[in-house]
């Protein structure tokens, strides 16, 4: 058996070197300090160790509250993206209607007879008179 790497052998010559270079009357005293001292450790070890739990669970909790309003931003801006493509649809199959309907009702007029070179052809407008040449 082996603790940190050390031996019975190792264990035992350091106890005995302890014993001689603390003495017997000190050693108690000694044990006593350095049991105190690594339970002092431990309990900062543990609160150490307590405090990264907190924060960690903090984060975390933080973490899924922004993550859930985030989906319910999503999900908002997905249902508002589909009302505005029917919206879209509606006003694209109207326009698209109305544009077949003014296609049909303007039925191309017959052209009127050429006029000399260089001279503009000018349309009988309302009531017979010729309208004025179109220009662009």
Do not use: H
Not at 8 to 23: A, F, M, R, S, T
Not at 97 to 103: I, L, Q, R
Request: net charge negative; charged share 25%; aromatic share 6%.
């Amino acid at each position: 058996m082996e603790f940190l790497g050390i031996g019975y052998q190792e264990l035992l010559l350091i106890l005995v070197l302890l014993l001689v270079v603390v003495g017997p009357e000190r050693l108690p005293q000694m044990a006593y300090q350095i049991g105190r001292a690594v339970r002092q450790m431990q309990l900062y070890a543990r609160a150490v160790r307590d405090e990264f739990r907190d924060e960690i669970d903090y984060l975390d909790e933080q973490y899924r509250t922004m993550r859930g309003e985030i989906e319910l931003a999503q999900r908002t801006l997905r249902e508002e993206q589909a009302k505005l493509n029917e919206g879209l649809a509606e006003v694209d199959a109207t326009l698209r209607a109305a544009e077949a309907e003014a296609g049909s009702a303007l039925a191309a007029p017959p052209l009127p007879e050429a006029a000399a070179p260089g001279e503009p052809a000018a349309a009988p407008g309302p009531g017979g008179a010729p309208s004025p040449p179109l220009v662009f």
